[in-house]
């Protein structure tokens, strides 16, 4: 069966059974290595994407149902070699141990800050709480959040700023 | 997201409008001169207490419920309790005019040929569903209405509310002025509904007309039964007998008659002038009941008279072989009768039989008609004679009539517009609403998906059509100007078909159950004997073909005894070019309707070759290869040895098949999807796969033991409509019980492997180790099902407050997915009615909805296993945190049916095994723990969710033992990248 996905900003166009896991289909056929396999089944949360810039576990979706929506990996994030306000956060706070889940910890908060420009300490918590980290970063990574949101917001008023001019 | 969908706007804008529903006794009919029904003797509305504007209003037999919605009259004419004494005996027995005629008098016997007609107190439920309106004050009253009877409506709405008739208001919700109809239809009965509910409430009351109304239709039966005897000598009628069996051509409004404010009928046999019939014979009886009614409509009489005598006559002329119109101008006097008869059979070119042979299935007739009706001032010479000669093609399979042509002759003094009078006949006899061969789809027809649910759905409020744009009717005439026209098409169906039509309406599904009996039709208990008639080469291709049908019928009940069948030989495959596009369309239609890939095909094989495993109680069984390999497949299969399995369960070589193969449900499909099924397979890829041999333990193994089984649990019977029942429901009824077989998994079965029905049918089952749900009350879904969620479900693989179609059930959804939107909605419908279930979604299940989803946010205390193996593997996606994600499961756990069930299976299923969207990509997809859970993990996890979600149902027993025989032939392997 052909697929065809947009992953990143580009089309692919894929011969692919239609039930094959989107994990596969990113890190195999596109070598986008940023999301990574840990369970396989939805559990852990370092495959996460964002389909339509709401995370996504990409190890229990198949190809075929993201067909006609928007991937993004953390392979994407960036913008014209500019880190995502995120990521940057997640440099400057230290925040990775073995780092194997920090793509779905990045990928996780970029989704909430989609939504909620702001979010409160508990809506940071409960956004990560089904993200496991095993080496026990979790104190670094709650501030990369917290550091995120102001990052986040500078770029934002930044590149409003840069519209105006 | 949880947004009950807009309701459809009342089209007619009354302030403060209120909504009715009313109650009709258990038992109620009309038995010609009065309504027998059932005594209410004790109304309960306890359970409405609490509900201010909820208003039961009763008076006699009357019960009606008023509120401010729709949907809460319905939910409140529910919850009333109604107690009801049984009818007083039926003594009207021996009034009915079948004994009548049997006892009558030495006078029916001199009688070389006798008749009885019938005319129904309702020719139809309406046109079209839509709202009545009643609004009633002290001194006038003011109804929105579609009748075709409005004189006699005004008459029932004054009796019934004591209005004095001149204060009534009657006004026609399409706008474009009431339709001069053949005889009362169930506007009339929704009226006084409305009138009645709107007069004890004080405020306006909209009621619903639609299809529910047949009920009416059918209880009321028939107005008139007019018998008719003649003696004929040479060819010459001697002694003309004509009798009515009742006073009354019509009868009152259901509504009146419960209420118990009809005036009484006086009787007394009187000839009457209205009576009259323009033919002279030597004797002539002509006798009728005398009815003394406010209103007596003598229009209807007359028509109904009309109907009788010219089809009488026409019967007269075939059997005694002559032409029909040299009969009648044998014992015509009138000098411009004649002239007129005679201008008109020239004109028409007239010459019965209709000498064409049939082309295809459609076969012509031509039928001729006459009436002589005295003027306003009972003046017969100043009447108008009209003669009639009409021309109509029958297709033998839809059973759909088409009037090609009417020549109308009518003599009334002045210049006569035929054409206009043709074209008012055209609009008015035959057009789809308002005719009286007004045709109704077919369930078995095909929508080709151009027209929306929305406009056909029978529950649906249209608005009001806007006279713009629809064909406007010429200015009405008369009722007695249409006098002959029932009885010229009803002669001119029995020159095309040799049926005899002896009660109309003759709308496509009777012609063609007419056709299919092959008897001469006069209602659905019609015993009267086949027409004759002689001659023409046609006739006896007709004959030909009743002759098959028998021989059909006899062959089908040889087939249920006999245990060996023999082999239909062999056939060469046939040509792919022998069927038409249209054909193989309809029969792709047919196979994704029966989901015949579904069990056809083994995962990852190719479509249609078959192999797949059916665990059964009495061993394995595997499908067979579909295609159209000859050697392997059903190639060599011709139409014959095609029905013959579809229908009897009986292979080409003449084995049985077991019913795993849903041949008790296939039987009930139409000849023409049948047909259109064979060609569709057989104009597929032929794939050679010989199917694996069945495993099944003695006795079972043994297929001429099929035989008795058959003959015990099989009827081979095809589906009959309900005509009580709604086009929709019907159709929903012809596909869920025939080709989609629903049965075949939610009915549970008897120790012999047969389906059980009656309160069991629809009580879910067990099939391949999944649970199949009830579908009927005993459904235990935690928000009741509505028959909108029941679409979203079948149409889209979810329902917001059910769940993702799983299991077994994923490739059904895919097939129906094939289908037109009109048909899954008619599935949904039905399946809804088994369950008693609303339409929509009511705010109530949202609320419900809403209240399980919290009352399960906190976890039970005592499970801390199952909570810590609940949080690892199922909380990511199963628990609603308020941040979004897209893997998130669309539907609370707190909704899921299968966590309500009474057994576990479905739930240990989907957590081994997950759940896939292959079959409907997007409608969710969960990955299988088989081989990460051990069955104590998989059962602790199970007692959990149990616990957690459905804190009202008993823990499940015995899991780990269940989670172990489950795991061993469904072994699913989680996909891993």
């Given at each position: 069966m052909t697929l065809t996905l947009r992953v990143n900003g580009h089309d692919h166009t894929l011969a692919v059974?239609?039930?094959?896991?989107l994990l596969a289909v990113l890190r195999?056929?596109?070598?986008?290595?940023?999301p990574k396999y840990g369970?396989?089944?939805?559990?852990?949360?370092?495959?996460s994407v964002l389909v339509d810039g709401v995370v996504a576990r990409?190890?229990?979706?198949?190809?075929a149902a993201v067909q006609g929506r928007e991937v993004t990996t953390l392979d994407g994030l960036a913008v014209e070699g500019r880190l995502d306000p995120v990521q940057q956060a997640f440099i400057d706070a230290q925040a990775?141990?073995?780092?194997?889940?920090l793509n779905g910890m990045i990928m996780s908060v970029r989704s909430l800050l989609n939504h909620v420009a702001t979010p409160s300490a508990a809506q940071i918590r409960a956004a990560l709480e089904?993200?496991?980290?095993?080496?026990?970063t979790h104190v670094e990574i709650l501030s990369a959040a917290h550091l995120a949101i102001e990052l986040d917001a500078q770029q934002c008023k930044q590149l409003q700023g840069g519209a105006h001019a | 997201m949880l947004e009950p969908t807009a309701k459809p706007a009342l089209p007619i804008e009354l302030a403060g409008t209120r909504f009715g529903v009313v109650m009709r006794p258990p038992h109620y009919r009309w038995d010609g001169e009065r309504l027998i029904c059932s005594r209410l003797r004790q109304v309960d509305d306890?359970?409405?207490?609490?509900?201010?504007e909820v208003r039961v209003v009763v008076d006699e037999d009357f019960v009606g419920v008023v509120a401010p919605t729709i949907e809460a009259a319905r939910n409140a004419a529910k919850r009333v309790v109604l107690t009801w004494d049984e009818?007083?005996?039926?003594?009207?027995a021996t009034r009915s005019p079948k004994a009548k005629l049997t006892n009558t008098s030495s006078a029916a016997k001199r009688d070389t040929h006798t008749q009885t007609y019938a005319w129904p107190?309702?020719?139809?439920?309406?046109d079209a569903p839509g709202w009545v309106v009643a609004r009633a004050d002290q001194a006038s009253l003011e109804v929105w209405a579609p009748t075709a009877t409005p004189e006699a409506l005004r008459v029932d709405l004054s009796l019934a509310t004591g209005c004095d008739a001149e204060r009534i208001v009657l006004r026609d919700p399409?706008?474009?002025?009431f339709a001069t109809g053949l005889g009362r239809h169930c506007g009339d009965d929704a009226a006084v509904d409305a009138a009645l509910l709107a007069q004890a409430v004080g405020a306006p009351v909209a009621v619903w007309l639609d299809a529910d109304y047949a009920r009416d239709v059918r209880a009321l039966g028939r107005a008139q039964c007019m018998t008719l005897g003649a003696s004929l000598d040479a060819a010459h009628v001697t002694r003309f007998r004509y009798r009515q069996a009742?006073?009354?051509g019509e009868v009152a409004a259901v509504g009146l008659l419960l209420c118990g404010r009809e005036a009484p009928t006086r009787h007394g046999d009187t000839d009457r002038?209205?009576?009259?019939?323009?033919y002279r014979f030597e004797q002539t009886h002509v006798s009728a009941h005398r009815g003394a009614r406010a209103y007596q409509n003598d229009d209807s009489t007359s028509i109904q008279h009309t109907f009788a005598r010219e089809s009488f006559l026409d019967e007269l002329a075939h059997a005694e072989g002559v032409d029909p119109l040299a009969l009648r101008q044998r014992h015509l006097e009138d000098a411009r009768g004649l002239e007129l008869i005679g201008s008109v059979a020239s004109q028409a070119d007239w010459a019965v039989p209709v000498t064409e042979p049939p082309v295809g299935d459609v076969m012509r007739g031509r039928g001729l008609a006459y009436a002589q009706l005295p003027d306003r001032h009972q003046r017969l010479d100043g009447g108008v004679r009209s003669a009639w000669i009409a021309d109509v093609e029958v297709?033998?399979?839809?059973?759909d009539v088409r009037l090609t042509r009417l020549v109308v002759g009518q003599d009334s003094g002045e210049q006569v517009d035929t054409a206009r009078l043709q074209q008012t006949l055209q609009a008015?006899?035959?057009?789809?609403?308002?005719?009286?061969?007004?045709r109704t789809p077919a369930f078995d027809e095909w929508d080709?998906?151009?027209?929306?649910a929305v406009e056909r759905a029978s529950f649906t409020p249209a608005p009001a059509p806007i006279s713009k744009g629809v064909e406007t009717l010429p200015e009405r005439f008369d009722d007695t100007d249409f006098a002959p026209g029932v009885a010229v098409i009803a002669n001119a169906l029995f020159d095309a078909t040799g049926v005899r039509f002896?009660?109309?309406?003759?709308?496509a599904g009777r012609v063609r159950q007419a056709l299919a009996m092959g008897e001469a039709f006069d209602g659905d208990d019609a015993t009267a004997q086949r027409g004759t008639r002689k001659t023409s080469a046609k006739l006896s291709g007709t004959r030909r073909w009743w002759a098959a049908a028998a021989l059909t019928t006899v062959a089908g009940g040889a087939v249920m005894a006999w245990p060996f069948k023999g082999a239909i030989a062999p056939i060469a495959r046939?040509?792919?070019?022998?069927?038409s596009a249209e054909t193989i369309e309809r029969g792709r239609l047919v196979a994704a309707a029966g989901d015949?890939?579904?069990?056809?095909t083994v995962a990852g094989?190719?479509?249609?070759t078959g192999g797949h495993a059916f665990e059964t109680p009495f061993g394995t069984l595997y499908s067979t290869n579909i295609?159209?390999?000859?050697a392997t497949g059903?190639?060599?299969?011709?139409y014959a040895a095609f029905e013959r399995a579809m229908?009897?369960?009986?292979?080409?070589?003449g084995r049985h098949l077991y019913p795993a193969f849903p041949y008790t449900a296939f039987a009930k499909t139409s000849d023409a999807d049948l047909q259109a099924l064979y060609a569709y397979l057989m104009a597929q890829p032929a794939v050679a796969a010989p199917a694996p041999e069945n495993a099944l333990t003695f006795p079972f193994n043994?297929?001429?033991?099929m035989a008795p089984w058959n003959a015990l649990?099989?009827?081979?019977?095809p589906f009959v409509p309900?005509?009580?029942?709604?086009d929709l429901y019907n159709r929903g009824a012809y596909l869920a019980e025939?080709?989609?077989?629903?049965?075949?998994?939610?009915s549970p079965r008897n120790a012999m492997g047969a389906e059980q029905g009656g309160?069991?049918?629809?009580?879910g089952a067990l099939v391949d180790g999944w649970e199949a749900p009830?579908?009927?009350?005993?459904?235990?879904?935690p928000v009741p099902w509505s028959e909108n969620a029941l679409f979203d479900y079948l149409r889209h693989?979810?329902?917001?407050l059910h769940g993702v179609a799983s299991g077994p059930m994923a490739p059904v959804v895919a097939g129906l997915a094939e289908l037109p939107e009109y048909d899954v909605r008619a599935i949904a419908h039905y399946v809804a009615q088994q369950m008693g279930a609303p339409v929509e979604d009511e705010p109530a299940q949202y609320a419900q909805a809403a209240q399980l989803a919290a009352s399960s946010a906190a976890s039970p205390s005592g499970q801390e296993e199952g909570a810590r193996l609940f949080e690892g593997a199922?909380?990511?996606?199963?628990?609603?945190?308020g941040v979004p994600a897209f893997?998130?499961?669309?539907?609370?756990?707190?909704?899921?049916?299968n966590l309500y069930s009474e057994r576990p299976d479905n739930v240990i299923h989907s957590i081994l095994g997950g759940v896939h969207d292959?079959?409907?990509?997007?409608s969710g997809s969960m990955p299988g723990f088989a081989d990460s859970f051990s069955d104590t993990q998989v059962a602790t996890l199970a007692a959990y969710l149990r616990a957690r979600f459905a804190p009202s149902e008993p823990p499940w027993q015995q899991l780990e033992q269940r989670v172990a025989a489950l795991r061993q032939p469904h072994n699913n392997t989680p996909s891993t990248p």
């Open positions: 059974p239609a039930d094959t896991p195999n056929d596109l070598a986008l290595n940023g369970c396989g089944l939805g559990e852990c949360g370092a495959c990409a190890c229990v979706l198949t190809a990775a141990q073995c780092g194997y889940c089904h993200n496991l980290c095993r080496c026990g | 306890s359970a409405l207490a609490g509900l201010e009818p007083p005996a039926a003594k009207a107190s309702r020719l139809r439920w309406g399409s706008g474009l002025g009742h006073a009354q002038a209205d009576l009259y019939s323009p297709n033998r399979t839809t059973g008015r006899v035959l057009s789809k609403p308002q005719g009286l061969l007004g080709d998906g151009r027209t929306t002896r009660e109309p309406p003759f709308t046939p040509a792919a070019t022998l069927y015949c890939a579904a069990c056809h094989g190719a479509v249609n295609t159209p390999d000859e059903i190639g060599n299969w011709s229908r009897h369960g009986i292979s080409r070589d043994l297929r001429a033991l649990y099989h009827d081979p019977t309900n005509p009580a029942q709604s025939g080709l989609g077989h629903c049965s075949a998994c939610h309160e069991r049918y629809f009580a009830p579908l009927n009350a005993l459904s235990r879904s693989g979810s329902s917001p199922c909380a990511a996606c199963h628990l609603d945190n893997t998130k499961a669309s539907t609370a756990l707190a909704l899921n049916t292959d079959a409907v990509p997007g």
